[in-house]
Every structure is written in structure tokens, then in C-alpha cells.
């Protein structure tokens, strides 16, 4: 038992500190995703609101790939398929030579991608539940259209999209996992990295899996105080 | 002449090369998720019911489940089994069970099913729980028998309110099936990773992409049917049109061989 304080210890040979880095390798790889991916979502929903129908078939088909695709699979083609292309780019113009893309930013595309897709589905029935009514009062007091979404629409979507974005936060969130695997050091690279060299993978995976737990947790604290703040105007019934 | 328009598409000469060896793959990555999928709607559906459970220590225990398998991730679940559990191996062997956590495949089976039954109790219990209350008390006041209540009332219409993310859940499953390549599992995911180690050629990343495509758009076709036939009743004074695509005509003999 004291085996294992000493090997998760913040101390010398203890790997609370490689531990806690990757924590926060994962939580600013989630974080910076996070945005990235619902404004695509709510682009996409809208998108498939338009009059136009070949904007729409184009967000059909983006929710259609990008939910139907292993995010493992979608992760390694944009890792790898944005370095080939980058690299004909460049020979293009003459550069000759390796370019190794950043798997940061591979995570970012890619994860933001998947959540775009699933955000999109969120969004789109949050926007069902906004009346009619909402956007012609708003015109009426001649708020132009962007302002009236911010000011009248955006408030309301929120509140009807929390929780389903919630769950996509969830997600988001266990799937940066995939992430050691372009080998970025976030939470499960670290613990790879701590199994090889102390042969004890019981002990880290299993921390590995209450890190995320607790990860979950503080995410659900985060999204009841949202939902708090979003309902705040909202009377029920 | 087929050839010739398929060489249009794609590459020909790495078709001759892997093309096998990638339904292979996707052979294995359906056969991973179907038994996955199938065992873990039974312990599913045990968990949803002792989530619903008068006693408070079934309740809380299949609780704390949900809540570990839905909480982490099935990477960090599979390798904690695989790397984890596979290290323990005097004691397996004590137990006569090495033979199963030698084996990256039974190791990747067991993940995929605890973390599919902790998922589908969900979605099974909010079934149970969407069933009216008067069902529960009509067949109790006919004088059925609890165990028959639940096969023949309860069960049947939980199941419509299941079904739909039911099938979501399967093709989560597809997807997150790609993740047993990490283990040495020759699935689609990891046929796919062999073949461009080998050619480093991109487009098998796209056959792949492809390939799962296919898989998920089946499932949700075929989910459709299911969905169609399960509330049937539902419909019952509209009038229904004649079905007649192979798909349909399938389905029909092989859910109901009877009625002709």
C-alpha cells in the first residue's frame, strides 16, 4: 500500500506531478476544442436550416461523415492526411524537406470536427423550440438580424441546448484519449509512459480512470451552475 | 470493364494487395461488436433492473457501475483490463484463467461489453421507467405474476421507447470498436493501420473511412425496419403501404418465417 502512495506522489520517483501535467495537457485540449467545435455545431444546424437546399445536403453530409466515422479513424486521417497535404504544399512551392504536423493541433481539427457534428443535432433542436413569434417581435422593435440573435434568440438556445451540450462536453472529454495515440502527453500518454517504467499498470490505469472520473464530475458541478445561470430569467410552467 | 471504372476510384494494385485482408477486417470488427453488443444488452438489461431495485445496496452498486463505465474512457477501461488484469497472471493461472486475459481479443470483448451494459442499463432502465404505471397495477390486478408481468406488459413496451437508442448505442459501438487496433486486434481500425505502415499509401485511410461508413448507414437502415415492425400496432388503422424492396421482404421471412 505504501507502494503505491510513493509511486503516485508528487515527490522524487512518485508520478503525481507527470500525472497532474498530463491532466492538463487533456483539460486545455478539451477546453480549446470545446468552442471550436459547438460554433461549427451551431453553423451546421443553421446550415441545415437554410433555404437553400444545397446548403443543407452540404450539413447532411458533414453530421452524416463525421458521425458515422470512428473519431480514432477521424483523428489519424486528419494527423496524417493534413501532413501529406501540407507537405505537397510546400513542395509545391519548393520546400522540400519533413514537416511533422502538431498533434495539438491534429486533436483540435479532428475532435472539433466530431463535436461539430454531434453539437449540430443539439443545436438544431434547440432551435426548434424557439417560436416564430421570438423573431418577428424582435424585427419588429428593428433589431437587425444579427442582433436580434444575440440579444433575443442565442439567450433562449442556450438554455434548450445545455444539457444536450453537456453530454457532448462528456464526450469530448473521454475522447481526447485518443489523443496519446499521435502521441501528445496528455492524461492516458502519461500513465502509458508510468506503466513502462514501473510495471505496475493496475495501479495507473485504474488512477487513470478516477482522474477522468473526477474530471466528469467537476464538468457536472460546472453544468448545473450553467444551467442555473441560463434558467435564470426562465419561469417554469 | 468493372475493373476498369473500380481503377477509376481507387487504386488498383493495392485492392489485388489488401483488399481481402480488409473485409477481414471488417469481419472482425462485426463480429467483435455483435457479441459485445449481445452480451452486453444481457448484463444491460440486470443492471437497468437493479438500478430500479427496491433494495438499496443493488441500487447503489449498479449505480457506482454506470457511473465507472460511462465516466472514463473505454480506452483507459480496454488497457486496464488488457495491461492490468493481464498482469496478473499467477493468479489467473491459479484460477485457471490465463488462457482469457493472455488473449488481447477476450480482453477487448470483456471491455466492450462492461462498457456497452453500463450504457445500455441506461437506456433500459429510462424504457422501464417510461412504461405507465397502470400497466404495472392492471396485471397485477388480473393476478400476473411479477416475472410474467415484466416479460409479457412491461418488457415488450419498454422496448419501443429502447429501441431507437438502442441502435445509436450499436453503432457508438461500431465506432468505438476502432479502438481494439491499440491491442494487436486485427479489426477494420487495425488492417487499415498494417496496410499504410506497410504502403504508406493515404487513400486505405479513406477506404476505411468508407467501409465504416457502410457499416453505420446498414445499421440504420436496418434499424429502421426493426423500428417499423415493433410498432407496428401503433399503426394499426393507417393504411400501410405494400413493402416490396428485397431489404423489406428479407426482414419480413426472417423475423416472421410464418406468415407468408
Keep these: ?32 476544442t470545446l468552442p471550436v467545435g459547438i460554433f461549427l455545431g451551431l453553423a451546421v444546424a443553421l446550415m441545415a436550416r437554410s433555404r ?11 453530421t452524416t461523415i463525421f458521425r458515422g466515422l470512428p473519431e480514432l479513424l477521424t483523428l489519424l486521417i486528419v494527423y496524417y492526411g493534413g501532413q501529406i497535404l501540407i507537405q505537397r504544399l510546400m513542395a509545391a512551392m519548393g520546400y ?3 514537416i511533422q504536423i502538431n498533434a495539438f493541433l491534429a486533436g483540435v481539427i479532428a475532435f472539433g470536427l466530431v463535436l461539430a457534428a454531434f453539437s449540430s443535432e443539439v443545436w438544431m433542436g434547440a432551435l426548434n423550440t424557439i417560436q416564430r413569434g421570438q423573431y418577428e417581435a424582435a424585427s419588429a422593435l428593428g433589431l437587425s438580424k444579427w442582433l436580434s440573435f444575440r440579444l433575443v434568440v442565442f439567450p433562449q438556445l442556450m438554455r434548450a441546448a445545455l444539457p444536450g451540450l453537456s453530454n457532448n462536453w462528456l464526450t469530448l472529454l473521454k475522447d481526447t484519449s485518443l489523443i496519446s495515440t499521435i502521441s501528445l502527453v496528455d492524461i492516458m500518454r502519461q500513465t502509458n509512459l508510468a506503466v513502462g517504467a514501473t510495471k505496475q499498470p493496475m495501479v495507473f490505469y485504474l488512477t487513470a480512470c478516477f482522474i477522468y472520473l473526477l474530471l466528469s464530475a467537476g464538468s457536472g458541478l460546472a453544468f448545473t451552475f450553467l444551467e442555473r445561470r441560463a434558467n435564470r430569467g426562465h419561469v417554469r410552467g | 470493364m468493372f475493373r476498369d471504372l473500380l481503377g477509376l476510384v481507387i487504386d488498383l494494385d493495392l485492392l489485388d494487395r489488401y483488399g481481402w485482408r480488409f473485409l477481414e477486417g471488417v469481419g472482425v470488427t462485426a463480429q467483435l461488436v455483435a457479441i459485445s453488443f449481445t452480451l452486453g444488452s444481457i448484463l444491460g438489461l440486470l443492471l437497468g433492473l437493479a438500478r430500479l431495485s427496491n433494495r438499496r445496496a443493488l441500487r447503489w452498486l449498479s449505480g457506482a457501475y454506470v457511473y465507472f463505465f460511462r465516466g472514463s474512457p473505454l480506452l483507459a477501461q480496454l488497457f486496464l483490463l488488457y495491461y492490468g488484469l493481464g498482469s496478473l497472471r499467477t493468479l489467473w493461472t491459479d484460477l485457471g484463467l490465463w488462457w482469457f486475459f493472455r488473449e488481447a481479443w477476450y480482453c477487448a470483448l470483456l471491455a466492450f461489453t462492461l462498457n456497452t451494459a453500463a450504457y445500455q442499463a441506461e437506456i433500459f432502465r429510462g424504457g422501464i421507467q417510461a412504461v405507465p404505471r397502470g400497466q404495472r397495477e392492471a396485471a397485477a390486478a388480473l393476478g400476473m405474476h411479477k416475472v410474467v408481468t415484466f416479460v409479457k406488459v412491461i418488457f415488450p413496451q419498454a422496448m419501443i421507447v429502447a ?11 461500431v465506432k468505438a470498436s476502432a479502438i481494439a487496433s491499440l491491442v494487436t486486434i486485427y479489426d477494420l481500425m487495425g488492417v487499415t493501420k498494417l496496410a499504410f505502415s506497410r504502403s504508406y499509401n493515404f487513400e486505405l485511410y479513406l477506404w476505411a473511412a468508407v467501409l465504416y461508413l457502410l457499416i453505420v ?15 407496428r400496432h401503433l399503426r394499426a388503422g393507417e393504411l400501410q403501404p405494400v413493402q416490396t424492396t428485397w431489404l423489406s421482404r428479407m426482414t419480413k421471412s426472417v423475423l416472421n418465417p410464418n406468415a407468408q
Design chain 2, 163 to 173: 429501441l431507437r437508442p438502442l441502435g445509436n448505442e450499436l453503432i457508438l459501438m
Design chain 1, 1 to 32: 500500500m505504501q507502494d503505491i502512495f510513493s509511486l503516485l506522489s508528487f515527490s522524487e520517483g512518485g508520478w503525481g506531478s507527470a500525472l497532474a501535467a498530463g491532466t492538463l495537457v487533456t483539460l486545455t485540449l478539451a477546453l480549446t
Design chain 1, 96 to 98: 522540400e524537406g519533413q
Design chain 1, 52 to 62: 437553400s437546399p444545397r446548403v443543407r445536403a452540404a450539413a447532411t453530409v458533414f
Design chain 2, 217 to 231: 448507414e446498414c445499421i440504420r437502415r436496418l434499424w429502421a425496419v426493426l423500428e417499423r415492425r415493433l410498432t
